[in-house]
């Protein structure tokens, strides 16, 4: 079948980009799964409303300019993905798109966002740099109420302080003998917001038989990057972690949600590419910890905690919706004695972190967040636990801001908890 859309002038993704629109019936079963939609209840900010928008402009029938404010308010959260019943891949599509309009010479967004993106782009993906960033970045909190929105957005969600930082050793052995051995993609945010978080994992892998790996010349996984649009940079950054992560691994291990959805998301970035296959094999091979232990199988059974503990478990979007990851970490927990797991009520739909969102589109991030907060405190857990920093920083914000702070752990923090082996 022709497609209106020129798939030859516009790259590799241009046929991903046409087979996607394509694909999509409009029978609007995506719509209650979708956000946005919820919030505004405007067809144009829904998963169907936003193909139509991005067909349009890829054919020539409407300005990228018309369109734009629609397709930026879209989370990538791909909460439509598991609803559509033509398996529209619209994460696929949305990356694809959005780096379509970076590259585009309609786009010129104004002077605010465009230093915006800069600030994102050269400070988030290097954790040195992120940290001197975030330590500047409080002593102008002071400033919140004379500096421009785009900037105050990114100050409120900085920690009163930073933890310090950690450097990981090259390799951890397995305690015991060696059942598996990984790779550990040790992040970025991730590292100068919550480093325990990596130790954690680290000590959880070596008490089940599991020798890890953290190449030293890996780095971001190129995620923020691609979801921003920024294609150029994503492969940089996803090509230096295909020559630093060694093959003869059993998997690669991420602890965020959102690393583990990007690195999924390689083959798509090198569509058309000499490292095609690489990236290919490399996707392969990445998985979520919570994953490779529930396929590995524990070799000891968790302790009782001290004291009985209600948990709500949220579902980070890229780790539900995007990997298809929901029953490993609620099964991993639940095998935790002394320890009762809650739902959250609309856990399917995104807190409003989705990458650089919160930053970028603050005020539905905000109500998005805030309903997030609401429904944990309803669920009435003890402790909130969920598979992504994102999430977790955005959660936190908003108990904050509604006077109801609650304890919040990574799911892999809680079992290190609970487990009674030699820390690494």
Do not use: W
Not at 240 to 266: K, Q, W
Not at 301 to 327: F, I, K, M, W
Not at 328 to 353: F, H, K, M, W, Y
């Amino acid at each position: 079948m022709q497609h209106a859309i020129p798939v030859e002038t516009l790259g590799p993704q241009g046929q991903v980009m046409a087979d996607a629109v394509q694909a999509c019936v409009h029978c609007g079963f995506c719509l209650p799964a979708c956000p946005t939609y919820r919030l505004l209840g405007e067809e144009m900010d829904s998963p169907r409303g936003r193909i139509y928008l991005m067909k349009e402009t890829l054919e020539g029938n409407l300005p990228l300019a018309d369109a734009l404010p629609y397709i930026d308010r879209c989370l990538g959260c791909v909460g439509c993905v598991p609803a559509c019943p033509s398996g529209v891949p619209y994460g696929d599509l949305i990356t694809s798109f959005r780096a379509h309009v970076v590259n585009s010479d309609d786009h010129k967004p104004p002077a605010g966002s465009r230093i915006q993106r800069i600030l994102l782009k050269e400070t988030l993906p290097y954790p040195d740099r992120f940290r001197a960033a975030a330590t500047a970045g409080r002593l102008g909190q002071a400033m919140a109420g004379i500096l421009p929105q785009s900037m105050t957005s990114m100050l409120t969600l900085l920690p009163d302080s930073l933890p310090a930082a950690v450097t990981l050793p090259p390799v951890v052995p397995a305690s015991g003998p060696r059942r598996a051995r990984v790779a550990l993609l040790a992040g970025c945010v991730q590292q100068a917001l919550a480093p325990q978080i990596n130790r954690a994992t680290l000590r959880v892998l070596s008490r089940q038989g599991v020798e890890v790996v953290i190449p030293t010349g890996q780095g971001c996984c190129g995620a923020l990057s691609m979801h921003m649009g920024e294609a150029a940079q994503a492969m940089k950054l996803a090509g230096n972690n295909l020559r630093a992560f060694p093959n003869d691994v059993d998997a690669v291990i991420t602890n965020a949600a959102g690393c583990g959805s990007g690195m999924h998301e390689y083959p798509l970035l090198f569509k058309g590419t000499a490292d095609e296959d690489a990236a290919i094999s490399f996707a392969a091979k990445a998985m979520d910890v919570s994953v490779f232990l529930a396929q590995l199988g524990l070799i000891e059974e968790p302790s009782p905690l001290s004291q009985p503990v209600t948990v709500a478990y949220h579902d980070a979007c890229h780790l539900a919706n995007a990997q298809g990851v929901r029953a490993q970490p609620r099964d991993l927990l639940r095998r935790i004695p002394n320890l009762t797991l809650v739902e959250i009520a609309d856990g399917e739909l995104c807190c409003g972190s989705a990458g650089t969102y919160n930053i970028q589109q603050p005020e539905l991030a905000a109500r998005l967040g805030e309903q997030k907060a609401r429904n944990v405190l309803a669920s009435g857990a003890d402790l909130l636990v969920t598979g992504n920093i994102g999430c977790l920083t955005q959660i936190d914000l908003h108990l904050r801001r509604l006077g109801k702070p609650l304890p919040m752990l990574h799911t892999i923090e809680l079992l290190d908890r609970a487990f009674p082996s030699p820390r690494v």
